[in-house]
Every structure is written in structure tokens, then in C-alpha cells.
């Protein structure tokens, strides 16, 4: 038996038609630079570094990270890891994005720094910033040899790949070829997160400061494509919704789900059924078997089928 199209919208938790290219034509703009100020007024997209931009793969020194569980004296010897060694950690905490990077050595904390980005950036973006810090303050000091550590091996990944377009692996993987170019050395490093590394706890420790204490201006504020499409499909809902609920069909589906949102939500933990569709349509035999019993005046649905 055929159901409305807003039911139908519903079960198969879809947008119009109409809704969803104005928003894929808005997602595209967005990504031309065109259209920004209704997602993000004031701020910019975090664009990948254009193809032209890249550096000659002859100009790219080959980078890679060695991963380590902990930094007891035996790892420290087996991987003869001698000179400064720098932290860096990002947070999001209470919708609050901060990055820190914490420089040691002799085994004692020499200095920090701590930023805070936008509430719209990712943990990734934290991250990634902050080893974009870190390698940064290597190039405008004097040591041969710093080892950095981090304890997201998603952005030590991004910023070894054999081409990265990140703009802040980007910007980093330039640092450290000025670096090679002087002579002088960086070693990556991964480390497991929370287990006990002093240095990568204080790391941790100051970017969820920086997330929650810090109040200076964003030391970067360029908003994930992430965050873009989330925007968007936020103000596809809303047009969504008013019109399911002006329209004038659907009614016993809107009973079960009067906000499409949590329709959606709901409905992508199980699979539809016929019995089910029917039952939160009101297209079943169910006014047929009320009538029977004398429950119903009439033995048909809403739609006078």
C-alpha cells in the first residue's frame, strides 16, 4: 500500500530532493571559497595545499617515526635517543580545543607553550597544530638533534606521508627540510598515550588547560570541512522539518517521530521491516481489525484506503 512521500522520507531517513542539492551545491561552494560567511562568518576554510605548491619529491627529505611504548632507560638505549626531547598533545574538552608542547631536558622541563584554537577545530587539528609548533620552535633554535613526540600516530602519519596536502603538514614538512638543509636532525617519535611517559603526561596536561583556562585569542581558527558539512546539513534539517511538520500527510508517522532529526537517529538502529513500516505509517490492516471488534467506526486508514 502506498505511503506518503514525507513518511517515506522518514523511514528511509532521506532529505528532499530539493533540500539536498541546494545543500550539496552549498558544500561545494564553500569548498571554492565562494560561500563562508553563513558557515563561518569571519573565519576560513582549512583548504588542502594546492597541487603547484608542492615541493619537488628530489627537494623532499624521506621522514618517517619510530613508535615506542615507553621511555624507560632500555628503550632510551636501544634506540640511542640522545638530545632535547619536545611533547606536543591536543584536547577537546567541553567543546573547548586546546594544544600544547612541553621541552625537556637532562630529564627536567625547560619550557612550554600552550595555544588555543577555535571550538569548531577537531582533536586532529589540535594535534596536529601542535606538532606544527613544535617542529617550528626546532628551526628557530640551535640544537643538531630533537627528538619530538606525540601521541596521535593519525597526524605522524599525515605529516611522514610520501605527499601530504594538510596545510599544517604542509607548513611543518617545509620546517623540517630548512632543518636538514642546516645539518641539524629531527626525530619523530610515537608514544601510547597515558601510560605513564612524564613528559607526554604533562603535554596532556596543558592542552586540556589551554582547552579550558585559556582566554586569548585562537592561535588557529580555520574550520574543518567537518565542521562545514555539519552547518549545512543543520540548516537542511530545519528546512526539513518545517516543512514535515506544515505539511498535511504523514500523520501518524509524525506521532512516532515528530522531529526528523530523531527520527533518523532512531531509525538507523534497525532495519525496516514491512510490519514495521506499516505500523508507523498507519497503512496496515489495523483499522480493519479495530472495526471488526467494534473499536473503529470505520475499517479503513487515514487515507480512505
Given at each position: 500500500?502506498?505511503?506518503?512521500l ?60 619510530e ?23 591536543g ?10 608542547l ?50 596521535s ?23 623540517i ?8 636532525e ?12 612524564t ?27 567537518s ?5 549545512i ?26 522531529r526528523?532529526e ?8 534497525f ?13 496496515g ?21
Amino acid at each position: 500500500m502506498p505511503v506518503s512521500l514525507h513518511s517515506a522520507l522518514i523511514l528511509a531517513r532521506l532529505l528532499p530532493l530539493d533540500i539536498r542539492v541546494r545543500e550539496a551545491a552549498r558544500l561545494y561552494e564553500v569548498k571554492r571559497g565562494s560561500e563562508s560567511g553563513d558557515v563561518c562568518a569571519d573565519r576560513e576554510l582549512e583548504r588542502p595545499v594546492d597541487f603547484r605548491e608542492m615541493p619537488h619529491p628530489a627537494h623532499t627529505p624521506e621522514l618517517g617515526f619510530e613508535s615506542v611504548e615507553d621511555l624507560d632507560p632500555s628503550t632510551v638505549d636501544r634506540l640511542a635517543i640522545v638530545g632535547p626531547h619536545i611533547y606536543t598533545d591536543g584536547s577537546k574538552t567541553e567543546g573547548k580545543v586546546g594544544a600544547a608542547l612541553t621541552e625537556w631536558r637532562d630529564e627536567m622541563e625547560s619550557r612550554n607553550s600552550t595555544f588555543r584554537l577555535e571550538s569548531f577545530c577537531t582533536v586532529f587539528q589540535a594535534e596536529m597544530f601542535a606538532l606544527h609548533r613544535a617542529i617550528k620552535r626546532v628551526k628557530e633554535g640551535k640544537d643538531r638533534l630533537v627528538n619530538i613526540f606525540s601521541d596521535s600516530k593519525s597526524s605522524l602519519q599525515m605529516l611522514t606521508a610520501p605527499k601530504t596536502y594538510n596545510p599544517l603538514a604542509h607548513a611543518a614538512r617545509q620546517d623540517i627540510r630548512d632543518i636538514v638543509a642546516e645539518g641539524r636532525e629531527v626525530r619523530l617519535f610515537w608514544v601510547r598515550a597515558h601510560a605513564g611517559t612524564t613528559g607526554n603526561e604533562r603535554a596532556d596536561e596543558l592542552a586540556r588547560n589551554a582547552a579550558l583556562k585559556k582566554k586569548t585569542a585562537a592561535d588557529y581558527d580555520r574550520y574543518p570541512l567537518s565542521y562545514a558539512k555539519k552547518v549545512i546539513r543543520a540548516a537542511s534539517l530545519d528546512e526539513w522539518q518545517q516543512r514535515y511538520t506544515e505539511g498535511g500527510t504523514g500523520e501518524i508517522t509524525k506521532c512516532f517521530f515528530p522531529r526528523v532529526e530523531g527520527a533518523y537517529r532512531v531509525l538507523s538502529r534497525f532495519t525496516i521491516t514491512p510490519p514495521i513500516a506499516q505500523t508507523l505509517t498507519g497503512h496496515g490492516g489495523f483499522a480493519q481489525y479495530l472495526n471488526r471488534f467494534k473499536l473503529k467506526d470505520s475499517p479503513y486508514c487515514a487515507c480512505a484506503r
